[in-house]
């Protein structure tokens, strides 16, 4: 079977043999914080030190890791792929940028973090992103507006996720979707396989086990990431 059109949605699982922990496992990063406290609006209007402080913890935690060979096999798929592939990450770390350095630009190849990314900041007032590498104070005064505070650009909860109108265009024209390391816990990106059957997509799950929406999948291959991904890739 041949695909031309492809959309991948990664979550935390495939980040999780590079070190960073997963979400809702009992190791779970929001362990010692409730989500809400920590991942929505009003937890940081009510405490902006405490959120600042669980980002700042882990943007340093970056310098620790590396794409691992989950990263690496899509990389390599980029770079050979010859329709569009559009790679969706729910994930706010950079291991995916890292493992696409090398991918000749010009490819249909495009990355979209759609719930934000660690090494960004984003003005209150003006909505302007820049890159942030270091910690973030709680008053972390905005170069672009007086009255602006620098926040981590991140879609907590509530929040609209990004990009959504070009990853709709993407689902509708996919013709092979697949959702690797994500618990389908939380949407819209718990929806997307949809969008992909309705466009008439092979839509395929790769995990450790099968999710709880596993039966709107075509197909689920089921392991560790580092074996699973470049596995089925190969073998495509
Ligand atoms: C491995 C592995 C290995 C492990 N190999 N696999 C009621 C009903 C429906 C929806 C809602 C509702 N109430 C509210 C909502 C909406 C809400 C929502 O979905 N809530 C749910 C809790 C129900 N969503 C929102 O608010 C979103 N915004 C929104 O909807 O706006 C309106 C809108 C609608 C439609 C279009 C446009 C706009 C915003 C969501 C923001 C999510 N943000 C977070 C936190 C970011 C901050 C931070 O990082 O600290 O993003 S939540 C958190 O979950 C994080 C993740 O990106 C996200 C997904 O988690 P993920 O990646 O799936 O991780 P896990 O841990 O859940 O799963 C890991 C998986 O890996 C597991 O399956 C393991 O088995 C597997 N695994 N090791 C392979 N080695």
Redesign the pocket.
Same mark, same amino acid.
């Given at each position: 079977m041949t695909h031309r059109n492809l959309v991948v949605l990664? &979550?935390?699982?495939?980040s999780?043999?590079s070190g960073v922990p997963?979400?809702?496992?009992d190791d779970?990063?929001?362990c010692g914080h409730r989500?809400e406290d $920590?991942?929505t609006p009003q937890g940081y209007a009510a405490d902006p030190a405490l959120v600042q402080d669980?980002?700042n913890q882990?943007r340093r935690q970056l310098a620790e890791v590396r794409p691992n060979a989950?990263h690496r096999a899509l990389a390599d798929l980029a770079a050979r792929w010859e329709g569009d592939f559009l790679l969706v990450t729910?994930?706010?770390d950079d291991l995916h940028d890292r493992a696409h350095a090398q991918t000749p630009p010009g490819a249909g190849f495009e990355l979209i973090h759609?719930? &934000?990314e660690?090494l960004k900041a984003r003005c209150t007032r003006s909505g302007v992103v820049m890159d942030w590498a270091g910690d973030m104070a709680a008053d972390q005064a905005s170069p672009h507006h007086p009255q602006g505070l620098m926040r981590?650009h991140? $879609?907590?909860? &509530?929040?609209?996720?990004l990009e959504?109108e070009r990853i709709e265009a993407a689902l509708e024209a996919c013709d092979l979707f697949v959702s690797?390391?994500?618990?389908?816990?939380?949407?819209?990106?718990?929806?997307f396989v949809q969008s992909a059957r309705y466009a008439g997509a092979r839509t395929v799950e790769?995990?450790?086990?099968p999710?709880q929406g596993a039966r709107l999948f075509d197909e689920g291959v089921y392991?560790?990431?580092?074996q699973?991904v470049p596995g089925f890739f190969d073998g495509l």
């Open positions: 990664t &979550g935390a699982g495939i999780a043999e997963t979400f809702r496992a779970g990063l929001w989500v $920590v991942a669980f980002y882990r989950a729910q994930n706010v759609m719930h &934000g660690l981590p991140i $879609v907590w909860f &509530g929040e609209m996720p959504m690797i390391g994500t618990s389908g816990a939380v949407y819209p990106a718990a929806g790769i995990n450790l086990e999710t392991g560790p990431a580092t699973a």
